[in-house]
Nanobody, 124 residues
């Protein structure tokens, strides 16, 4: 079992930045792919970004490339999401997730463990 705790959400004006953190409870987190997802009210949970175990490969939703950056520090068992040039449509609850097994896709069903989420609100 992996326990994930997100932090860093909050209220920011459009054009601003936030850095989300996801701290994991187990050392095995450092050998697993980790991802960020988000869910806006009334919408399905959507993929934001993912990073492989050593940070050598990153993947992004096409619409977010260039504004969001995922990274990890395995020494701290933590994954980060740097969000720049935020827009009101980025408003959502952001979730961190990880998975036990390899998958070539990044849908929510391919991830096994989830955090409780952190609210990000971008005002216009």
């Amino acid at each position: 079992q992996v326990h994930l705790v997100e932090s860093g959400g909050g209220l920011v004006q459009a054009g601003g930045s936030l850095r989300l953190s996801c701290a994991a409870s187990t050392l095995t987190f450092s050998i697993n792919t980790a991802g960020w997802f988000r869910q806006a009210p009334g919408k399905e949970r959507e993929f934001v970004a993912a990073i492989n175990w050593n940070g050598g490969n990153t993947y992004y939703a096409d619409s977010l490339k260039g504004r969001f950056t995922i990274s990890r520090d395995n020494g701290k068992n933590t994954v980060y999401l740097q969000m720049n040039s935020l827009k009101p449509e980025d408003t959502a609850v952001y979730f961190c997730a990880t998975r036990r097994f390899y998958s070539s896709t990044y849908g929510p069903t391919t991830f096994d463990y989830w955090g409780q989420g952190t609210q990000v609100t971008v005002s216009s």
